[in-house]
């Protein structure tokens, strides 16, 4: 996030340096779209990584207990 903050200032003082502050303002808009959209993105995203990570977590133990069940059905058909 402080490289997309730094990249917008640095646009800013950029067009504001080469004399016109009237179209570095357009920045400002720009930017207000684009920073909370970059956050909602990677929150999104880190809550999509730790989603995956319950479900192989939980793909696991269900073929454990699978494997369990399997075990004491052949031990039931072998009696």
Do not use: T
């Amino acid at each position: 996030m402080y490289f997309l903050y730094s990249l917008f200032i640095g646009v800013f003082i950029a067009i504001a340096w080469a004399g016109s502050i009237r179209e570095a303002l357009i920045m400002v808009p720009i930017a207000a779209v684009s920073v909370p959209l970059a956050k909602w993105s990677i929150k999104w995203q880190n809550e999509r990584y730790i989603r995956s990570a319950k479900n192989v977590d939980d793909i696991e133990m269900i073929s454990q207990k699978l494997n369990e069940l399997e075990g004491r059905l052949n031990e039931l058909e072998n009696k």
